[in-house]
């Protein structure tokens, strides 16, 4: 509680004062500020937010302004380039956020108030040079987990697995009994890599300490651990739904909502899907091989940082402080999108129930990024194909780790 109090503290008096030292104001005494983001969805939930941040600071306005998502690296560093940057943005995490800082763009936010105290030391490695400096407030992350329908597997006696031999035993006890075990499919095929090999190789290899080794040749592509991460996708995809090859993104969405499979690999962004779902369903890790412990992709996705040319440089570092806080990390919890969470050190409780069982999975288990973000980005594509082929069974497990190998 005493360091609670202190960071209210620390908080109001960053903020008290910071707008009676010569900030520019519109007619109507507000100073205006713009937020950058490639998270167009999320206009309605983000004003939302700033508007709850401006009882906390009613002489400030930010306007959310966000960018057309693929376009919003080039846009951003046009306007940076420009010296038209919005004043608040939303940064990448890892080496794309990392760039921008290096270049001048973005601001050391180091000594913002609460940030290196209320933050795990995971939760802020993405937006953290080599040397420590961080260069953007974490903001929300989204987990990768398994959705089922609670009611069939109520009807058919069945029990959330606690091994990948018992979910392959489940999805064989499913398939003999005439329902289609999984919806997921290939033919977008992101989200056959991003939803369920990211979400399962944590599992094999041992989560961030053993992802590191990879990044650095202590493990080579083709060993038993990633070799074992393909095999597990290969043994998985006889239950995906039948012609899986042709089945989008979307498909499997479809495929679940409408009772027509049981589970969906997947990511916590789509909990809103099903809000009005007509039977009762929930979420699990997918669960590791035995022996090893089970890990959840816990991937940081977004941060709050600041323009290092913005003409409004305290009101903007105000903001960023309130978002270091456990008030403005609450604030967010409840504006945010369904399935994106707040990163802070601190229990917060979430409105849907689903969120909270998802968030939960996290207890008590080792959590990392997506495999590939932190260092290897050049191997998605690569990596995408592998998983692919294997399921398709165009190459063998081993096969496609080798495929990778540096």
């Given at each position: 509680?005493?360091?609670i109090?202190?960071?209210?503290?620390?908080l109001?008096?960053?903020?008290?004062p910071?707008?009676?030292?010569?900030?520019?104001?519109?007619?109507?005494g507000?100073?205006v500020?713009?937020m950058?983001?490639?998270?167009?969805?999320?206009?309605?939930?983000?004003?939302?937010l700033?508007?709850?941040?401006?009882?906390?600071?009613p002489?400030?306005?930010?306007q959310?302004?966000?960018?057309?998502?693929?376009?919003?690296?080039?846009t951003l560093?046009?306007?940076?380039?420009?010296?038209?940057?919005?004043?608040?943005?939303?940064?990448?995490?890892?080496?794309?956020?990392?760039?921008?800082?290096?270049?001048?763009?973005?601001?050391?936010?180091?000594?913002?108030?609460g940030?290196?105290?209320?933050?795990t030391?995971?939760?802020?490695?993405?937006?953290?040079?080599?040397?420590?400096?961080?260069?953007a407030?974490?903001?929300?992350?989204?987990s990768?987990?398994?959705?089922?329908?609670k009611?069939?597997?109520?009807?058919?006696?069945?029990?959330?697995?606690?091994?990948?031999?018992?979910?392959?035993a489940?999805?064989?006890t499913?398939?003999?009994?005439?329902y289609?075990?999984?919806?997921?499919?290939?033919?977008?095929?992101w989200?056959?890599?991003e939803?369920?090999?990211?979400?399962?190789?944590?599992?094999?290899?041992?989560?961030?300490?053993?992802?590191?080794?990879?990044?650095?040749?202590l493990?080579?592509?083709?060993d038993?651990?990633?070799?074992a991460?393909?095999?597990?996708m290969?043994d998985?995809?006889?239950?995906?739904p039948?012609?899986?090859?042709?089945?989008t993104?979307?498909?499997?969405?479809?495929?679940f909502?409408?009772q027509?499979?049981?589970?969906?690999?997947d990511?916590?962004?789509?909990?809103?899907?099903?809000?009005?779902?007509?039977?009762?369903?929930?979420?699990?890790?997918?669960?590791?091989?035995?022996?090893?412990?089970?890990?959840?992709?816990?991937?940081?996705?977004?941060?709050?940082?600041m323009n290092?040319?913005?003409?409004?440089?305290?009101?903007?570092?105000?903001?960023l402080?309130?978002?270091?806080?456990?008030?403005?990390?609450?604030a967010?919890?409840?504006?945010?999108?369904?399935?994106?969470?707040?990163m802070?050190?601190?229990?917060?409780?979430?409105?849907?129930?689903?969120?909270?069982?998802?968030?939960?999975?996290?207890?008590?288990?080792?959590?990392?990024?997506?495999?590939?973000?932190?260092?290897?980005?050049?191997?998605?594509?690569?990596?995408?194909?592998?998983?692919?082929?294997?399921?398709?069974?165009?190459i063998?497990?081993?096969?496609?780790?080798?495929?990778?190998?540096?």
């Open positions: 509680m005493k360091k109090i202190v960071g209210l503290c620390v109001t008096i960053l903020l008290t910071v707008f009676s030292q010569g900030a520019k104001e519109t007619d109507s507000k100073v500020l713009t950058g983001s490639w998270r167009t969805d999320d206009v309605t939930q983000m004003n939302a700033l508007k709850e941040y401006s009882k906390v600071v002489n400030v306005e930010i959310f302004k966000p960018t057309n998502p693929p376009d919003y690296n080039a560093r046009l306007q940076l380039d420009s010296n038209t940057g919005p004043d608040l943005l939303y940064a990448r995490s890892y080496d794309t956020g990392k760039e921008l800082f290096k270049g001048g763009y973005i601001a050391d936010v180091t000594e913002i108030p940030l290196m105290e209320n933050f030391a995971a939760n802020l490695a993405p937006w953290q040079t080599e040397d420590g400096r961080m260069f407030v974490p903001f929300a992350a989204v990768h987990m398994v959705y089922y329908n009611d069939v597997f109520k009807k058919e006696g069945l029990s959330i697995p606690s091994t990948w031999e018992d979910f392959l489940l999805n064989k499913l398939k003999t009994r005439g289609t075990a999984l919806a997921n499919g290939v033919a977008d095929e989200d056959i890599l939803t369920f090999f990211f979400g399962l190789v944590p599992n094999y290899i041992g989560g961030s300490k053993g992802r590191v080794a990879y990044e650095t040749g493990r080579k592509f083709n038993p651990e990633m070799v991460a393909f095999t597990a290969k998985v995809a006889q239950y995906l039948k012609g899986f090859e042709s089945v993104y979307n498909d499997s969405q479809i495929l909502n409408t027509k499979a049981v589970m969906f690999v990511g916590s962004w789509t909990l809103g899907v099903y809000k009005d779902a007509t039977f009762d369903w929930g979420v699990f890790a997918i669960p590791a091989p035995k022996g090893k412990a089970t890990a959840i992709c816990f991937h940081p996705d977004m941060a709050i940082t290092t040319a913005t003409k409004h440089a305290k009101e903007a570092k105000a903001f402080t309130w978002i270091a806080s456990i008030e403005g990390a609450t967010a919890s409840k504006a945010l999108p369904v399935g994106f969470f707040p802070i050190n601190y229990p917060i409780a979430l409105a849907h129930p689903q969120a909270n069982e998802t968030l939960a999975l996290n207890e008590g288990k080792m959590t990392d990024a997506r495999f590939v973000w932190p260092k290897m980005m050049d191997l998605y594509a690569p990596m995408n194909q592998a998983v692919i082929k294997t399921m398709k069974g165009e063998t497990p081993m096969q496609a780790a080798t495929s990778l190998v540096r």
